[in-house]
T-cell receptor, first 111, second 112 residues
Framework: QQQVKQSPQSLIVQKGGISIINCAYE??????FPWYQQFPGKGPALLIA?????SEKKEGRFTISFNKSAKQFSLHIMDSQPGDSATYFC??????????FGTGTSLTVIP | SAVISQKPSRDICQRGTSLTIQCQVD?????MFWYRQQPGQSLTLIAT?????????ESGFVIDKFPISRPNLTFSTLTVSNMSPEDSSIYLC?????????FGPGTRLTVT
């Protein structure tokens, strides 16, 4: 059973546009929600993360929006750039030990 | 933080042989994980390898096929045994420092 559901599977955005990737979870015991960015030939790297006691976290052009009641969270990439083209994974963790990953979103930013 | 290196970075192996992947971490960590990632796919957890205890395998993965060693807090190996083309994948080593997960660069395995 997929603990974290992620959509869309792929996304194409024009340079300067907003990229939005959505995730949903069921287990209310999750207390940490990170996003990872993975470039071809590299391992995933932590991009930004949020705890459920806040509804939004922003770091530069990257923002996580968190809706605890709906058990959903999303990644917004503002002013998307070709260098943002990568695969993005959402994840959820309980107690920061084991992480459950979404299925990934392949983002392509067209110049 | 943690910096992870893996060896080899890639290999092409013949069916029926075995390959051992090494994972080295630049700091002492208790929790270490091995994942498999098919190209363009998500991460599938193979096993958890905490130092001082037997590795714990996820459903669908068995010790005879994927034996793991964890001799100390900075090193682990994963062996892919009796390989078949279905084992062609990227194998990733990962460590967790609570609430922060770090990944190695991966080992790209092709079985012919």
């Amino acid at each position: 059973q997929q603990q974290v559901k992620q959509s869309p599977q792929s996304l194409i955005v024009q340079k300067g546009g907003i990229s939005i990737i959505n995730c949903a979870y069921e287990n209310t015991a999750f207390d940490y929600f990170p996003w990872y960015q993975q470039f071809p030939g590299k391992g995933p790297a932590l991009l930004i993360a949020i705890r459920p006691d806040v509804s939004e976290k922003k770091e530069g052009r990257f923002t996580i929006s968190f809706n605890k009641s709906a058990k959903q969270f999303s990644l917004h990439i503002m002013d998307s750039q070709p260098g943002d083209s990568a695969t993005y994974f959402c994840a959820a963790s309980k107690s920061g030990n084991q992480f459950y990953f979404g299925t990934g979103t392949s983002l392509t930013v067209i110049p | 933080s943690a910096v992870i290196s893996q060896k080899p970075s890639r290999d092409i192996c013949q069916r029926g042989t075995s390959l051992t992947i090494q994972c080295q971490v630049d700091s002492q960590v208790t929790m270490m994980f091995w994942y498999r990632q098919q190209p363009g796919q998500s991460l599938t957890l193979i096993a958890t390898a905490n130092q001082g205890s037997e590795a714990t395998y996820e459903s669908g993965f068995v010790i005879d096929k994927f034996p793991i060693s964890r001799p100390n807090l900075t090193f682990s190996t994963l062996t892919v045994s009796n390989m078949s083309p279905e084992d062609s994948s990227i194998y990733l080593c990962s460590v967790v420092i609570p609430y922060e997960q770090y990944f190695g660069p991966g080992t790209r395995l092709t079985v012919t």
